[in-house]
């Protein structure tokens, strides 16, 4: 019988993010009107955004007396978005359109108006700014057999917020917490998750 080596068990770290918790702020201001056109019949407007908001299109058909509905021929864009649409407005009704944009953006839009009688309305274009904060805090546990570098990330609804790497003993509980500032006035399902980790 002839004798041969034993391997010991390849030594690897296991890293894990454990006892998370997320608290996330969204707060709003009051929407501001930017731009305000009383009375026009056809408009081409652009602009640059200077802070993070919702930002919204509306259009005031008040002056109209109908029958016929007012038809809005619009091609509007935000960023490298655009879209061309036709809206069709009661007379007396009011419509708006609204967008999450983030700051340094440029929105572009023009518009002709038929139908109407007179053809005439009031557009004007507000922001709701916002600050958006999420805290977080967690513990990364390494329950496997070799310290290790792991990269932990804060994502929410699949995009990552924050990443950061963090060296972790073998059997060590590590605390760590964080912050981050997600261009959006939405709220997202946050999680925090160790998205790789490497023997050192």
């Not at 010991?8 to 890293?15: I, T, W, Y």
């Amino acid at each position: 019988m002839r004798g041969g080596l034993i391997h010991p068990p390849s030594q690897e770290p296991k890293v894990q993010a454990v006892d998370i918790n997320i608290l996330q702020n969204i707060e709003k201001s009051p929407p501001e009107t930017i731009f305000d056109d009383p009375r026009t019949s056809n408009l081409t407007f652009q602009f640059v955004t200077t802070q993070l908001g919702a930002y919204f299109f509306n259009f005031d058909n008040s002056f109209s007396v109908g029958p016929s509905p007012t038809k809005i021929s619009v091609s509007y864009s935000i960023g490298d978005k655009s879209n061309n649409e036709t809206l069709y407005m009661c007379s007396g009704c009011r419509l708006s359109m609204g967008y999450d944009v983030s700051a340094n953006q440029v929105i572009a839009i023009q518009f002709t108006i038929s139908g109407g009688s007179p053809n005439d309305i009031r557009f004007y274009i507000t922001v709701q700014t916002c600050t958006h904060t999420v805290d977080f805090s967690f513990t990364l546990v390494n329950n496997g057999t070799a310290n290790g570098n792991a990269t932990v990330q804060l994502q929410g609804d699949g995009i990552s917020y924050w990443q950061r790497a963090y060296s972790v003993a073998q059997g060590q509980n590590l605390p760590e917490s964080g912050n981050a500032f997600p261009p959006d006035c939405i709220s997202h399902n946050y999680n925090v998750n160790v998205t790789a980790v490497e023997k050192t």
